[in-house]
């Protein structure tokens, strides 16, 4: 499902406007109509977070016989822009408290902005390509406060790698432990 509105807010509100949408969470805002958080890449290396608004309006369409004056309903989805900074003027992000399982965190801007997302993997995913496109493109790293580190930078080598690759060389270790043991040792006298 986030696939696809992925795809689709690429394809209605970043592709027109030259930008490459990496990653969005749903995010929780007092207005009607589902919001997301958005960080986004245009042609010049810009990165951009912007608040989507998506409501859903229906519309009527008369049915494509020319005999039949029929009208089917269709939902349809809008998106809308409803604020935008720059990943250069952030100048920290609050994770409130690493201790609690809190999907709330500050972005601080100009201005402080308070994102609650709808949950706190969703919180930490995000904060993840934050750090790593703050790093890419504005070659300074992100001032982080009050997240747990090992779930922003892994500190194991494999952590990053999927798990096929890890249970293969646990097993790979494993055999190797089976081997040595099997060895026979010389008993000196």
């Not at 795809?7 to 030259?18: D, G, I, N, T, Y």
């Not at 245009?42 to 990165?47: H, L, R, S």
């Not at 990943?87 to 402080?112: A, E, S």
């Not at 406060?145 to 096929?164: A, E, L, Q, V």
Request: aromatic share 8%.
């Amino acid at each position: 499902m986030s696939s696809l509105l992925k795809e689709e807010m690429q394809r209605v509100l970043f592709r027109p406007a030259k930008q490459r949408l990496v990653e969005f969470i749903e995010i929780e805002e007092p207005t009607c109509g589902r919001h997301f958080l958005c960080v986004s890449v245009a042609k010049g290396k810009v990165v951009q977070l912007s608040i989507v608004q998506c409501q859903i309006s229906k519309s009527s369409l008369k049915s494509g016989s020319k005999k039949s004056h029929t009208k089917r309903s269709s939902i349809q989805d809008s998106y809308r822009r409803t604020e935008m900074w720059s990943l250069q003027n952030l100048t920290l992000v609050d994770g409130r408290d690493p201790d609690v399982d809190d999907p709330c965190f500050l972005l601080h801007f100009d201005k402080v902005r308070t994102v609650t997302a709808t949950s706190c993997s969703a919180k930490y995913a995000f904060v993840r390509a934050l750090v790593a496109l703050s790093d890419r493109h504005c070659q300074r790293s992100l001032n982080l406060r009050n997240f747990d580190w090992t779930y922003i930078k892994p500190t194991s080598f494999y952590s990053n790698r999927g798990d096929c690759v890890v249970l293969s060389q646990i097993c790979f270790y494993a055999m190797n432990l089976v081997c040595l043991s099997m060895c026979p040792v010389p008993l000196e006298v």
